[in-house]
């Protein structure tokens, strides 16, 4: 199941309806929302075009023609999902705001996604001084989470996050241990902890700390050993955690390589889920797509308080 940034409750005729949708588009890519109808005790119908594209409004204009979609009739207590990607109706460049109905509009971001021919591994293609021109949008089941990196303290740890987010590594992997107070862990391609990507890294420890939504890198590590005396601090790889509140046994042991711009609410939804052992989510937490964006010019209003 999608749950995606934006929790809108809404009536039509009697039913109640939930409208999910993300916060960010990137251009070229879906954009998938989420209506979910109920009707009350004694049924319901819902004009057919409430649940297309026609249903929304972009910028205050019809998203798209109503057509001749057919009434969806409920039961009593009948529950109806329905899903939809207007990626392909969202053309342009600015942000924009969309609507469902009578609903208040929600602003929608855009992002831009860097070209493909960038090789994030290579100096030559992208310079350690421009690094930081760049942010990650992962796009999960629970949300989206907007990140930006410290090349200035980390720049191994930033270009292999930045080459395996554009080549796709990253896709379709889980988050696959998450504990409460702590952080999630995720990205390891065999889902079990145990799983490397192409590359280890050298350990690049700072004095950065890890406080809510760092994004730090996993490694292996040798009991009673720390930091830089620990012989298995080069075992990072592809595996990272996000941290859910601040730890400080973790400094300077651990490479701290970035930081959550937007989407702290994600990352509290996939480290509240239900766990079993190992803390692992009983229910997949999902990294649908890793994307790399151009960050804005301006900063200023991305970020969200920690």
Known sequence: MIHLAALLLAFAGDAKVTVELP?????????????????????????????????????????????????????????????????TLLAGTADFELAWGDLPAKKVRRLEAVAKELKFMDEASVATANLAQYWVLLRTNRGDILAEFWPETAPGHVRNFLDLSQTGFYDGLTFHRVIPGFMIQGGDPDGTGGGNGPRQLKAEFSDRKHTRGVLSMARRGTPGKKGPD?????????????????????????????KVVAGLAAVDKIVNTPRGQADRPKEPQVILKATVVKAPADATGWREEQ
């Open 23 to 87: 916060g960010y588009h990137v251009a070229g890519q879906s954009f998938p929302v989420r209506i979910q109808v109920v009707a009350p005790g004694d049924g319901a119908t819902v004009e057919g075009w409430r649940l297309t594209p026609a249903g929304f409004t972009l910028d205050g204009k019809p998203l798209a023609d109503k057509g001749a979609a057919a009434a969806l009739a409920l039961g009593g207590g009948e529950k109806k999902t329905i899903d939809l990607d207007l990626g």
């Open 230 to 258: 620990d012989p298995l601090k080069d075992s990072a790889s592809c595996q990272f955690f996000v941290m859910h509140q601040t730890y400080p046994s973790l400094d300077g042991s651990y490479t701290a390589f970035g």
